[in-house]
């Protein structure tokens, strides 16, 4: 069963999770504890949710493989074997390219939530965390793109999960993404083409989800590529800052029974 | 061996084949009908092939991709033998694919094809619904298409590799109303089980309970409520399902 009262985070090493008040989690995470992910249902990332994405994709969402705008959100999976925790160390899969650092806010879902009204979808939200959606950046989002998306580690959730009570402007938080020495990059979820409540509504319309489930409300356009080396620290809105740091794949190599 | 699990008076039972019906755990037997059939396994994650058999691809007009077409499911799509699955009042084309579903055994990370097959612990039917008035070209097939509730139908079987002979000889086949639409055999897979279990874990962690889906045959026709459609493969039993229309689930 999940339940969220306050602030729920899961200190590695730790057997359960801690469900504490802000101040406890600012001061755990102040002593730099590494956490799992928070949550243990299923992920769901938004894909062009940004009103930037898709202003980017210009005409070309007219012409083939697209040919017209998208219509109904647009889903894809983050599956289990991509979940990490505060402080995470990922691998980088080709330091070329690089790994796009997505700051997302995560809605988690507080109660099944079929056929939910946009009037009532505030209802079914337990609370928010971050989700740092990571990718292999690829231009084409003609397929889904299982090879970029959903590495091991590539969803780094957490460190909390915020009880919806703390968030009172879920549409209108700051996300801030540092990485190593650069500039910050900055974006806010107001930019979203459906907001936290009609994001819910048109998604379980078709789909159920669960209690613990969570659903992102996308990463915004532009979002900064990490390479080996770097850390990034992720910031949305009061929420506890999200760090994931980016190693070689040299240790993580060979066949694993 | 072959073992469901079903709900029956108040608790989910383990239950395997019987001549008279189906039989519990813990003994009884009951008729097919007497229980409430759930997906055989606790699923992981669910990959699913597109395009996996050339005439299927041909069929809907794809030449040979570069890479395997997958795609990835979400725990509530997933229905047992004999559900029912919606289709709504306003689409034109919905169907059925009756696909082999492999359950993975044991932990895969960067696994070679010639050790592919150790890590599968068995197999089950899938009937795979998408409905094409919903595909759109964003991360094509898209979860409206092919992760909608009640759409993925995984029964009634699990059945251990071992029991399955030859899973690259296995005859696929779809009935509509007692019609058989679809025909086909996994001899035809474009990319193999082998193949599939090296692909996906060069990139990614394959853990006990993932399934993947390996793709539908041609002989794809729309179904509509009230419809009977029932997936057979050899070896792994006969799959029910009925589609349902709006009004049942009290939609205008």
Redesign the interface.
């Known amino acids: 069963m999940f339940a969220l009262a306050d602030h729920l985070l899961h200190p590695e090493g730790e057997t359960l999770p801690r469900d504490v008040d802000a101040r406890a989690a600012a001061a755990l995470l102040a002593r730099g504890t590494a956490c799992r992910a928070p949550v243990r249902g299923a992920v769901y990332g938004t894909l062009l949710n940004d009103r930037a994405a898709l202003a980017a994709l210009g005409d070309a969402v007219h012409a083939a493989p697209y040919k017209a705008p998208p219509q109904a959100p647009v889903l894809y999976l983050k599956p289990r074997n991509t979940l990490a925790g505060h402080r995470a160390r990922i691998v980088v899969p080709d330091d070329a390219l690089g790994v796009e650092v997505g700051a997302s806010l995560g809605i988690v879902v507080g109660r099944t939530a079929t056929r939910v009204g946009v009037a009532q979808a505030f209802d079914y939200i337990a609370g928010y965390t971050l989700v740092a959606d990571l990718s292999v950046p690829h231009a084409s989002v003609y397929r889904p793109s299982v090879r970029f998306r959903a590495r091991d580690g590539f969803c780094v959730v957490g460190p909390a999960v915020v009880a919806s009570h703390h968030v009172a402007t879920p549409d209108n938080l700051a996300i801030r993404v540092q990485l190593g020495s650069r500039d910050a990059f900055t974006a806010s979820t107001a930019s979203s083409v459906r907001n936290v409540a009609q994001l819910l509504a048109d998604v379980t319309d078709f789909m159920t989800l669960s209690a613990g489930d969570v659903i992102t409300l996308g990463v915004p356009h532009g979002s900064p590529v990490a390479h080996i080396g770097d850390t990034a620290t992720l910031s949305i809105g009061a929420m506890p800052p999200l760090t994931v740091s980016f190693v070689g794949p040299a240790e993580h190599e060979g066949e694993q029974p | 061996m072959m073992r469901g699990r079903v709900a029956y008076a108040g608790a989910i039972h383990e239950a395997y084949p019987d001549a008279n019906g189906v039989r519990l755990a813990d003994g009884r037997v009951r008729r097919e009908d007497e229980v409430v059939w759930l997906a055989p396994i606790e699923v992981?994650?669910i990959?699913a092939l597109g395009l996996n058999y050339a005439e299927h691809a041909k069929e809907l007009q794809f030449n040979k991709q570069e890479?395997p077409?997958?795609?990835?499911?979400?725990?509530?799509?997933v229905i047992g033998h004999r559900g029912v699955t919606r289709r709504p009042a306003d689409v034109t084309f919905m169907h059925y694919e009756c696909e082999l579903a492999v359950v993975i055994g044991?932990?895969?990370?960067?696994?070679?094809r010639d050790?592919a097959m150790q890590h599968v612990a068995g197999y089950m039917i899938a009937n795979d619904y998408a409905i094409r008035d919903?595909l759109?070209?964003?991360?094509?097939?898209?979860?409206?298409v092919k992760?909608?509730?009640g759409g993925t139908v995984l029964g009634p079987w699990f059945v251990d590799a071992a029991d399955i002979e030859d899973v690259t000889q296995l005859e696929l086949r779809t009935f509509v109303n007692g019609t058989r639409q679809q025909h086909g055999n996994t001899r035809d897979l474009v990319t193999d089980i082998p193949a599939l279990i090296e692909y996906l874990s060069s990139?990614?962690?394959?853990?006990p309970g993932d399934v993947i889906l390996t793709g539908t045959p041609e002989g794809i026709v729309n179904v509509n409520a009230g419809d009977e459609v029932v997936c057979e493969i050899d070896g792994l039993g006969r799959l029910v399902n009925t589609i349902a229309c709006d009004a049942d689930f009290n939609r205008a």
């Open positions: 992981g994650t990959f890479e077409l997958v795609f990835l499911k979400g725990p509530g799509t044991q932990t895969a990370k960067n696994v070679k050790n919903y759109e070209n964003y991360y094509r097939p898209n979860l409206r992760n909608r509730d990139f990614m962690t394959l853990a």
